[in-house]
């Protein structure tokens, strides 16, 4: 399907959000993805991206790291406003019908909060009581923060490289995050979510739902 690229917000000079058109009658869950393709220097190009937006909102929301010499995520961060793009239907199974617990604890890691942001929309709906922690290295990169402290949930902001009321690494406070009667979802880099799901599941934890990046 083709759709237009309609805005795009720098968080820093290298994450950013990118809203994109949505096609008529394009259902998706909250957590779901799909791929974007382009012809990137005369070569089709097609990466995989998790949608930040809830089905509810209009357009369809991106939150894109650029990554050095990538060729998707660099040219979706220059590309002008107006320009067309393919996207697929949408896939994956890092959905909240995964979850027969009332309570949800989702970690995700840099921009593995994107499918999380629709997930948390979508669990308080449903009146789950949820969790939700953002592991990051700067506080400037807590992208959907103020959304966060809107919610009528607990957000656990964690920050490697910044001092802040929740400091260091997931890891640190695991602890206090084991709840037996919860599903985690975890979305990250792949060496992330399986560090976090065997650490989960060595505290006895075996509902657990990952996504890796
Ligand atoms: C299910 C799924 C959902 C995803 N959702 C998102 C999302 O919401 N937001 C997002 O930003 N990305 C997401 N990704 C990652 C995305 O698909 C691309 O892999 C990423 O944008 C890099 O693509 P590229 O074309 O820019 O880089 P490429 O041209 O593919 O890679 C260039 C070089 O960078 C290396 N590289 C690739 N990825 C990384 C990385 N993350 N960190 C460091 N080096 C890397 C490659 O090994 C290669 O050497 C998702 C991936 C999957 C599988």
């Not at 990051?136 to 949930?153: A, G, M, N, S, T």
């Not at 656990?156 to 009321?165: G, V």
Request: include cysteine; glycine fraction near 6%; hydrophobic fraction near 40%.
């Amino acid at each position: 399907m083709k759709v237009k690229i309609l805005k795009r917000e720098f968080i820093d000079k290298d994450h950013y959000l990118l809203w994109v058109e949505r096609p008529k009658d394009y259902n998706y869950k909250p957590g779901q993805f799909t791929y974007i393709e382009s012809t990137i220097n005369n070569n089709k190009v097609r990466r995989f991206y998790s949608f930040a937006s809830h089905p509810e909102e209009e357009n369809l929301l991106f939150y894109i790291k650029r990554v050095p010499n990538g060729l998707m995520s660099n040219y979706l961060a220059e590309i002008p406003l107006g320009s067309t793009i393919e996207i697929g239907n949408p896939m994956g199974h890092f959905t909240l019908d995964r979850a027969d617990t009332d309570r949800v604890i989702f970690i995700g890691a840099g921009t593995g909060i994107a499918p999380i942001r629709p997930l948390t929309i979508e669990a308080v709906k449903q009146n789950k009581k949820v969790i939700v922690v953002h592991q990051e290295r700067y506080k400037h990169l807590l992208v959907f923060r103020d959304l966060f402290e809107q919610l009528p949930i607990i957000y656990i902001p964690i920050l490697s490289k910044e001092q802040s009321e929740y400091h260091g690494h997931v890891q640190d406070y695991i602890d206090r995050l084991i709840y037996n009667d919860a599903t985690y979802y975890i979305c990250g880099s792949r060496q992330f979510v399986i560090e976090i799901a065997n650490l989960l599941k060595s505290k006895g934890i075996n509902k657990i739902v990952i996504e890796a990046f």
